[in-house]
């Protein structure tokens, strides 16, 4: 998608923050959930209650935090708590969204940050879960940003599965022991917005994004995805949002670019 | 109870309840001493080739870089240290070759930084070696089921990935529910090292911030290092004991290092050090770069404020605290 107006990465948080509703709690991950969470809270959703895995619990965020363990997270906040207390709540059901990035995903809403290739022999070594594969066990609804769609991100199988979607199909979960109507929800990429078939628990087509088609969508995918009857069209930024991340979110750019 | 499966990572800093207690009345004194001690000494006494570490706070924040930079002064060889969202301590000390296996969480990775060159290429050379994967709860949960003197912790994290084949966990069928639940099992790091913002010198410490992992950590670890900005009275202490995380009957050593987690934050003090995070990343990048890199700041100084005076010395200094207090701009030199 090409447009003069904003970027890709600005349109993604946008996008993001439409996913999270006001008076509900959200669990960020580092990046562009962070900045849709506080998009959607200057916004929106000003009830907005923002955790963070480390400790941090209804913070008014300054500043763009660069780690979700930063004075930052919990400036301004209602607690100053610790893991072991977000992590309880989370399995306790207190956390409505989840929101993380991702490098790799099947069709299933399974992620890998842990290894490309071979785990005893990798190609390439990533971070690893951090508290991604618990957001992903924990959260009513797993929201995911994949800012690269294509070939190589959307693929048939993960190099490892660091963090649960809905496994290897529907019940999945619930036969793994994985709490009861929990899941991804949402994925957002430079193309379109996908949620899951109800049935199948596979991905499939909300809205495709200003200037993308669905030619370009299959394209960008190893998986086929499911292409409904009816599907919508992505919104467009309000300029005030774009003003927000541009002024207020990310002036340094640092996410967001410039 | 009913073992469904068991992950094929390898167990590490996994003891006995018993074997625990006993090294806890035999090792951890209830006498209210002076633990105050330097860096140099406490690593000396308290880490052992060898050992299994921890560090305490998370990621960039709140680490007790005095203790890790002494760790390479002294040449400490085959640690296994916890990767419980350990980034730039882990990743200098596995440059440094001091720690040669992880149990990595969240590792290798600087957040919005980027990928640490360090401590992933290591990783996939084989130099470092993973033990088992495992999650930032599933790190918690370790420490938890330590400080209760349990031999593990059962959670619902998990289930269904990967994550949990490679890590060290059982998978069980939970006798309420029937349901498939994970047994997390617990850990004794042999060292753990804590920096906090106001400690008294027999180790009652407290800390103005997020606790992260740090209130379980200090109860389950064997060996303990506090590191902390300032040592007050006891009197202190005693005024709002509400305030205490750590006690000092958990604690061995008591340092005093101001600005003791530079380059990483210090919530409510000082923030990051972007430019000197950013030079390590870009000297990370070739194994040449990594001995510079410690020839200069580690092995090249005598101490924490020579290190601190070739940071930029007081004038960073100040800068760093107008940073974290919000009065100077956001700068990422590390930015592509």
Redesign the interface.
Known sequence: MTNEKYNIREYLAFLGSLMLEDKKSVFVGTGLPIIAAMLAQKTHAPNLLIVFEAGGIGPMIPELPVSVGEGRTFYKGIMASSMHDIMSLSQAGYIDYGFLGAAQMDYYGNLNTTVIGDHDHPKTRLPGSGGAADVGSFSDKLIIIAAKQSKQTFVNKIDFLTTAGYLDGPGARENAGLPKNTGPYRIVTQLGIYGFDKESKRVELVSVHPGETIESIKENSSFDIIIPKKYGASPVPPPEYLRLLREEIDPTGIVLGK | MEVLSEGKGELIGWHDPDEARSWVKNNKSRELKNKLMAAKEAVELFVHDGDYIASG?????RVSMAIIYEIIRQKKKNLAMA?K?AVHDLDVLIGSGCVNKVE??????H???G?SPAG?RM??S?ECK?LA??????Y??RF?AGMMGLSFIP?????????LK?SSFK?VK?PYTG????LIPAAYPDCAFIHVHRCDVYGNAQID????????LARCARRLIITTEEIVDNDVIRDEPWRTVIPFFCVDAVVEVPYGSHPC?M??LYF?DEEHISEWLGMAKTNDGVQTYLQKYVFGVAGFEEYLDLCGGIKKINYLKRR?A?RE????PW?K
Request: a negative charge; hydrophobic letters at 40%.
């Open positions: 706070g998370f990621g960039h924040v990767g969202t990595p969480a969240y590792s290798f990775g957040e919005l930084r990928l992933k990783v996939e084989g993973i994967e495992i999650s930032n709860a599933g918690q949960w938890l959670s619902r994290t998990l289930l269904g990935t990967d994550t490679y998978t939970d349901n498939p639940i994970v911030a997020i606790a992260v992992e740090d209130f379980e934050e919530p409510g990051y974290e919000l701009p956001m700068i990422a930015r």
